[in-house]
Antibody
Framework: EVQLVQSGAEVKKPGDSLKISCQGS????????ISWVRQLPGKGLEWMGIIYPGDSDTRYSPSFQGQVTISADKSITTAYLQWNTLKASDTAMYYC??????????WGPGTLVTVSS | QSALTQPASVSGSPGQSITISCTGT?????????VSWYQQHPGKAPKLMIYDVTNRPSGVSNRFSGSKSGNTASLTISGLQAEDEAYYYCNSYTTSSTLVFGTGTRVTVL
């Protein structure tokens, strides 16, 4: 069974850094991509970027390029989404999802990130 | 890279069929047959319903079907049921080797 386990909810202050995680199991972690998707409160889905854990090939949506960093550690079948400087507008639910370059299939439960002073 | 355009809401009575449209451009949906559809109930993670325009993953009801013509893809739900009430999002591969979601459609079962 494909499973994606995401790290727990975070409450941070503006200016803080943060790295959230997504551990995959039940499939070959290095032969699928992992996408990250943002959902602002009460809003729609936004595709942020994608990584291929096999060789760390990474692509970003133009809207998120330079704003976040996507990485992966294939030795522990885990992908990461990282911010160096959080803003209040980063408050959202963040989903990781198993992907091919062409679509997303299995989704994690999401990590809620709240940024507030 | 703009979001694909979907109607904000669609409604229907139980047993009826409804169709949700998803309009893109010649940089995404109009070029590739890599269109997928997702169902999201409030407070839950999205679920894949259709991929590659017309294909249903194992376990998804055959009441859900997809199609595409030109720059517009469509998701049809036949025999509408109360459990189908949710948000639906389309998604397409793009010429920039990225993915883009639609704006989302709220489906209401009357």
């Amino acid at each position: 069974e494909v499973q994606l386990v995401q790290s727990g909810a975070e409450v941070k202050k503006p200016g803080d850094s943060l790295k959230i995680s997504c551990q995959g199991s039940g499939y070959s972690f290095t032969t699928y991509w992992i996408s990250w998707v943002r959902q602002l409160p009460g809003k729609g889905l936004e595709w942020m970027g994608i990584i291929y854990p096999g060789d760390s090939d990474t692509r970003y949506s133009p809207s998120f390029q330079g704003q976040v960093t996507i990485s992966a550690d294939k030795s522990i079948t885990t992908a990461y989404l990282q911010w160096n400087t959080l803003k209040a507008s980063d408050t959202a639910m963040y989903y990781c999802a198993r992907s091919t370059p062409y679509n997303v299939d299995y989704w994690g439960p999401g990590t809620l990130v709240t940024v507030s002073s | 890279q703009s979001a694909l355009t979907q109607p904000a809401s669609v409604s229907g009575s139980p047993g009826q069929s409804i169709t949700i449209s998803c309009t893109g451009t010649s940089s995404d949906l109009g070029v590739y047959n890599y269109v997928s559809w997702y169902q999201q109930h409030p407070g839950k993670a999205p679920k894949l319903m259709i991929y590659d325009v017309t294909n249903r993953p194992s376990g998804v009801s055959n009441r859900f079907s997809g199609s595409k013509s030109g720059n517009t893809a469509s998701l049809t739900i036949s025999g509408l049921q109360a459990e189908d009430e949710a948000y639906y999002y389309c998604n397409s591969y793009t010429t920039s080797s990225t993915l883009v979601f639609g704006t989302g459609t709220r489906v209401t079962v009357l």
